[in-house]
């Protein structure tokens, strides 16, 4: 399958209506058939970038497109990158201390969606800036795209994974974006749409099978946490990252999401992408599949060049409140009524221990506990921390070695950590969790 051929595959009616998962199944069919027989290197052409960027036209392609695809040509930023089968889990269950309607968010952040999800580097190794391009595909219904960034400041490390990312970016404060840079970036590209600040609203708008949502709550900003130790890279490394990134597993889970319904928080973790396939590096992805940007504007980010992590509320603000919900030009049929002011939420500080009406406690707030073992735990009839308090250390590895799990993880700690989340110690559970790794003492 040649470029051309894969790109207007993308382009038939038969495409376009077809169900998330045979989006998927022609997206993917593309980037197999197209993959690179020999990694190209990961260059960077700054004259190449400067000729784009002074080209309001062409800058403005990736927030007015709403197609899958453009015609191949090479990418302003993030040329290249590496592509995997993916999906969006919504937690079925909220954290401890949280008060309010769960799940608090609408559309595919409730029904959750299958997609691709691209990781790639917006310059070279050398100024060293990564992404994470999340497409999810809806029934019958253009496909709806997350933006996520740590910052537009090159990290210090080769590690991939060394920094969470956002939707709203800090202001930027070295080469090659700091001041001044910033500052004509800023004008000149919010023309098109505020640089930094990439909406989510259109998310909460539309669900997986294609049904709009009347009222949609959309988070006024998203945080992704890289999910795990395991996923952390030599941060001297010389490798490809397109190559360590190659060596994930199928169903790892890459991030956990959080998101807050307004400004001043609180945070609060609402999902998770899981990769269902291994990456692939293609020509397909880099010259031709297209991730929708948004010309939302919300408020301006705050300065600085460090994000707050979500466990970190951030300082009130006095401004609007409100996320903006404005549209998404992938989904104007028909426009949604206007939607209400987002709800009110309350995260307790230190919550009190856990009444004995509640039947379930979020599992996964112990370390050594993700997913997979919480359902196998929920399963086994263990559904609250004051259950897993009283379990034996020998049953804990009985369950888990009948799930084929005995040999991943070790639970020695799960009963003193859930007595603590149970009693609501949540400051001595966070220093003994520091200690920890994978569950056991270090």
Do not use: C
Not at 221 to 231: G, H, K, T, Y
Not at 423 to 438: P, S, V
């Amino acid at each position: 399958m040649t470029l051309r051929e894969a790109y207007l595959s993308l382009l038939t009616g038969e495409y376009k209506s077809a169900s998330a998962a045979g989006k998927q199944a022609i997206v993917w069919k593309a980037v197999e058939e197209t993959r690179y027989a020999n990694l190209p290197p990961v260059k960077f052409s700054f004259i190449y970038f400067g000729i784009r960027f002074v080209s309001l036209p062409f800058l403005s392609q990736p927030f007015d497109v709403t197609l899958d695809v453009r015609p191949p040509r090479t990418k302003w930023l993030h040329q290249f990158g590496t592509i995997a089968k993916a999906e969006y889990v919504p937690d079925p269950f909220p954290p401890p201390a949280y008060e309010g309607t769960y799940p608090p968010f609408s559309g595919l952040f409730e029904t959750g969606a299958i997609g691709v999800v691209r990781l790639s580097l917006a310059m070279n190794t050398r100024f060293y800036i990564t992404g994470t391009s999340l497409k999810l595909f809806v029934d019958g219904k253009p496909s709806q795209n997350l933006i996520l960034n740590p910052s537009l400041d090159p990290q210090d490390t080769k590690n991939f994974f060394e920094l969470g990312m956002t939707d709203r970016l800090p202001v930027a404060v070295k080469f090659p974006f700091g001041p001044p840079a910033n500052v004509f970036a800023d004008w000149w590209m919010g023309m098109i749409s505020a640089p930094r600040d990439q909406s989510v609203a259109h998310l909460a708008k539309v669900k997986s099978n294609g049904e709009q949502v009347v009222s949609p709550s959309a988070p006024y900003q998203v945080f992704a946490i890289p999910a795990n130790d395991d996923l952390m890279q030599d941060p001297n490394t010389t490798e490809d990252f397109r190559e360590l990134i190659g060596k994930i597993k199928p169903g790892t889970v890459l991030y956990r999401i959080h998101g807050k319904p307004r400004q001043d928080g609180p945070w609060i973790p609402i999902g998770s992408i899981r990769t269902t396939s291994h990456f692939v590096a293609s020509a397909f992805d880099d010259r031709v599949l297209s991730y929708h940007h948004t010309r939302t504007r919300q408020q301006e980010p705050a300065p600085g060049p460090a994000l707050p992590p979500p466990d970190v509320p951030s300082a009130p603000s006095s401004a609007d409140d409100n996320p903006d919900t404005s549209s998404n030009p992938a989904a104007h049929d028909p426009p949604p009524p206007k939607p209400p002011p987002p709800k009110a939420y309350t995260a307790a500080p230190a919550p009190p221990p856990r009444a004995a009406h509640r039947q379930r406690d979020y599992l996964e707030r112990i370390e050594g506990i993700g997913p997979k073992i919480s359902s196998v735990l929920v399963e086994a009839g263990i559904t609250t921390f004051s259950q897993l308090a009283a379990a034996h250390v020998d049953q804990l590895r009985a369950i888990l070695a009948a799930a084929g799990l005995g040999a991943l993880v070790d639970p020695s700690s799960w009963p003193e950590q859930a007595r603590l989340a149970d009693a609501g110690e949540w400051d001595a559970l966070d220093q003994l969790q520091e200690k920890l790794r994978g569950g056991r003492l270090e």
